[in-house]
Nanobody, 130 residues
Framework: QVQLVESGGGLVQAGGSLRLSCAAS????????MGWFRQAPGKEREFVSG????????YYADSVKGRFTISRDNAKNTVYLQMNSVKPEDTAVYYCAADDSPRRGATNIYYSQSGSYDFWGQGTQVTVSS
């Protein structure tokens, strides 16, 4: 079992920055693919970003590409989402997710599907004011 705890959410003005963190426990962190998803009120959960075991491969939704950066520190068992130039449409609950599948060759499509992930955090609210 993997436990995921997000932090770093809050209220930020449009154009500002925020960094989300997700601390993992219960499994060797470097064996987990990690992802960030978000869900706005009245909308379905959507993919934001994903990162491979070592951090060498990263994936982004088109809506955040160039503004958000995902990274991980395997020594600290933590994955991060740096959010820059935020927009009101980025307002959502942000969820951290982990995939412990040993399969290799995962594609951007695999990372973008919520069904690829086995464990989820409780979410952290991000609100962007205009």
């Amino acid at each position: 079992q993997v436990q995921l705890v997000e932090s770093g959410g809050g209220l930020v003005q449009a154009g500002g920055s925020l960094r989300l963190s997700c601390a993992a426990s219960g499994r060797t962190f470097s064996s987990l693919r990690m992802g960030w998803f978000r869900q706005a009120p009245g909308k379905e959960r959507e993919f934001v970003s994903g990162i491979s075991w070592s951090g060498s491969n990263t994936y982004y939704a088109d809506s955040v590409k160039g503004r958000f950066t995902i990274s991980r520190d395997n020594a600290k068992n933590t994955v991060y989402l740096q959010m820059n130039s935020v927009k009101p449409e980025d307002t959502a609950v942000y969820y951290c997710a982990a995939d412990d599948s040993p399969r290799r060759g995962a594609t951007n499509i695999y990372y973008s599907q919520s069904g690829s992930y086995d464990f989820w955090g409780q979410g952290t609210q991000v609100t962007v004011s205009s």
